[in-house]
């Protein structure tokens, strides 16, 4: 396989804590509280058959609470245990410990899972039962399996499987990485989601995350083959294909060249023209002004220039929200590739097929989005035969747990890719 100019940090290239939560050293934990029951194994939260999604830091410290119930556990404690020692505010540990509560059905007033105690933690205070021995299997749960497979060029390109239940296979966007995206913020709520209910495939995008770094060809066609290859090497025959933003065009692509693969396609913040193709003389300036930052400052520890697409993307974003996208983008590719991604991107052009889309379409768009015009999946929706179309509100390109309109992006897309 090749290799980057630069390697990846040796954290980004472990696997997601295995198939087993390790907190501190200590084994895994299955038991049962209440109605709930926790398995630290396969990662989930369960109250009956209903299961619980929460964030990796959030299970990780509820993990962390069950194992030292016995005691109350200091701030420090739980930060060494589940940040590594890292440097943590007050404010996002207590984020954590809120999101801990409200999975489990408590809250900062009641306290009868967990109690805090005034300048000194907090404990889990829950009656354990220890060893559920019918907790729901999830085949495969919720941990990646990372493969990877070659593209008709020889590039190697890196996915994903996770979760059980039918399949849904989601195209690569803008900058990933299949292991860091989990314990981002940004995406691992999303990707939770979807592995809960479905056998999620999803892929690095050639030049970056695991995928190979040093490529010769960045291009609309390029994409649709690694695509087309890693369906192949997952054998996955028939699937409902996600696509966000510049996913899109690939999926088009894909959906109009093979129906009979394509159950469903669900497009959201997407575009059939890139911005050098549906530019005016002020985009097209716009566009090289920021390929030249790009090229200056990708690579730097500020993140002044990456700060422009994240701005664009998550508008709304909490700090450590922006904090994870900026490292992301920069961990996931080199300043030679960004620059080569973004105008394969803003040079893509689909619009001469959208009317031989012949499977059944979702459109979703936001009103206000500050990354890819909503006159963009307005057309889209408009030029498939037989398109649904879903506006939602808000400006951020990206829909961010937390945001009213969530749990209605989660249900239009599920909804749909179930059929």
Known sequence: MQTGAKPLEDALLKPFRGASIFVGGMTPVICRFGAFVIDGERLELRRGEELREMEPQVFSLLVFLIENRDRVVSKDEMIEAVWDGRIVSDATLNARINGARRAVGDNGK???VIRTYP?????????????APDVPKAAGGFNPEVHFCNAPDGISIAYALSGDGPP???????????????ESPVWNPLLMALSANFRLLRYDQ???????????ELSLERFVDDLEAVADAAGMDRFPLFAMSQGCPVAITFAVRHPERVSRLILYGGFSQGARVRGDGIDLAKEEAIATLMREGWGQD???FRQIFTSQLLPDASQEQIQWFNDLQRETTSPENAVRL????DEMDVSNILSEISVPTLVIHRENDARQPFTEGRHLAAAIPGARFVALEGSGHIVLEGENIWPRYLSEIMDFARG
């Not at 300048?119 to 060893?131: K, L, N, Y």
């Not at 050639?206 to 190979?212: I, Q």
């Open 110 to 112: 009641e306290q009868a």
């Open 119 to 131: 300048r000194r933690g907090f404990r889990f205070v829950a009656e354990v039962e220890p060893d």
């Open 168 to 182: 849904l296979l989601k195209t690569a966007n803008w900058l990933s990485h299949l292991e860091y995206d989990w």
């Open 206 to 216: 050639r030049g970056t995350g695991l995928s190979d770094r040093v490529v010769e």
């Open 302 to 304: 500020n993140p002044a």
């Open 342 to 345: 973004r105008i394969a991107i």
